[in-house]
């Protein structure tokens, strides 16, 4: 159990499908997707074990996890808006005398504490750096109740010692644009404190919510950035392996064997079909023949014989690896390397290629920028992709 705000309790359960189907516990929802909550008078709220009424209940259902395939863990949250505010200190618990929600062996109860972590304050949990802005959002949503109402327009910093290092007041920051029949993100608030700029580690306390986790203000937090930028590119590296000590989440040589060009012959199969069902789409201004299969094509391929094209990185939700997609990432990399200063020389970013003298951009850049020279062709042009073959 969580308590929230004062007036606002958390109580969560997993689980897991039924043969597939919703789950047989905490299923507060009807097949229509409407809520069918237990009552109010379901639950006794102690607090310093005087009762105190609950108003509302509302509910939340989410998926939380699939730590193994197939083995979904469903969070569940009742949310309980409570009649009167819960002071600093009291020891706070939930029963269900009924057991019509949960047995008697399943326990709520938790403490006011003020310091307590609170999941409605969201800071950068990288950190920020000294001179750049510093901002964080407060908000929480309860499901069937709606968003949180915050308790306070207040807020602090405060560092390790927990003495106050900036306090301010926070703004609304409502969500726009959304077409929605129920606008999103309405009570959302921001924590603004920019001015902060004492390197150092500190947390963010709302009065009647609590604290973030740390964070912290440090020149170092850019390095954090690029280290994590650079291992997330490592990772989807392409004709290469990932090893220790540059990763724990190692895989051997990846598709380094050559590529083959699609043809006619049965074993592209696949491969016409789906330019057929894509290619020969009729526009009033297409003057050009139809391209319904690879002996159709305008510009047919030159090269034949298969060849390598190992190399790049793939893409965000397969193996492929797209030339466009490709050329633009080069782009980015050589664009950042000419415009933040010091970025062309970082040479310490954790890859195979660290410490050789050349700055680990450019070595990320060529490894893209070679493979994309493999995926020409004799007559200049360029081929799109690869791919499975067996796949579309």
Not at 137 to 155: A, D
Not at 182 to 188: A, C, D, E, G, T
Not at 209 to 233: E, H, K, M, Q
């Amino acid at each position: 159990m969580r308590i929230i705000s004062p007036t606002v309790l958390e109580l969560t359960y997993v689980n897991t499908e039924s043969s597939g189907a919703l789950p047989t516990t905490w299923s507060f929802v009807d097949a229509n997707g409407n809520a069918t909550l237990p009552a109010v008078d379901r639950f006794v709220v102690a607090v310093d074990q005087q009762t105190v009424p609950v108003l509302e209940v509302g509910f939340r259902r989410w998926a939380l996890s699939a730590p193994v395939v197939r083995d979904l863990r469903i969070g569940n949250a009742l949310y309980l808006r409570l009649a009167t505010p819960i002071s600093e200190g009291a020891a706070v618990s939930v029963t269900n005398p009924a057991q019509d929600v949960w047995p008697s062996s399943q326990r709520y109860a938790s403490v006011a504490d003020p310091m307590r972590w609170s999941p409605a304050v969201h800071v950068n949990h990288e950190g920020y750096l000294p001179d750049l802005p510093k901002k964080a959002m407060v908000g929480y949503y309860l499901g069937s109740l709606g968003e949180l109402g915050l308790p306070s327009s207040t807020f602090q910093v405060i560092d390790d010692t927990g003495a106050a290092a900036f306090s301010g007041t926070l703004s609304i920051r409502a969500e726009q644009g959304s077409n929605a029949a129920v606008l999103p993100y309405q009570k959302v608030c921001q924590a603004d404190f920019s001015a902060l700029t004492i390197p150092g580690r500190y947390r963010l306390v709302v009065p009647g919510l609590g604290v973030s986790l740390p964070f912290r203000i440090d020149a170092g937090v850019a390095a954090d950035y690029a280290r994590a930028y650079a291992l997330g590119l490592y990772h989807k590296r392409c004709g290469s392996d990932n090893a220790l000590p540059f990763t724990r989440f190692e895989h051997g040589l990846c598709h380094a064997s050559p590529v083959q060009l699609p043809t006619m012959d049965a074993v592209y199969a696949l491969t016409n079909s789906f330019i057929a069902g894509t290619g020969s789409v009729s526009d009033a201004y297409q003057i050009a023949q139809a391209l319904t299969s690879v002996a159709s094509s305008l510009y047919p391929f030159v090269f034949s014989a298969p060849f390598d094209a190992h190399g790049g990185h793939h893409d965000a939700g397969d193996y492929s690896r797209y030339t466009v997609d490709n050329a633009l990432f080069v782009h980015g990399l050589i664009f950042a390397a000419d415009c933040f200063p010091g970025a062309s020389s970082l040479d310490n970013l954790g890859l195979p290629e660290s410490g050789d003298g050349v700055g680990d951009l450019l070595q990320l850049a060529k490894w893209e920028a070679d493979y994309l020279c493999r995926m020409q062709d004799a007559d200049g042009g360029f081929f799109s992709r690869t791919y499975p073959r067996d796949v579309r």
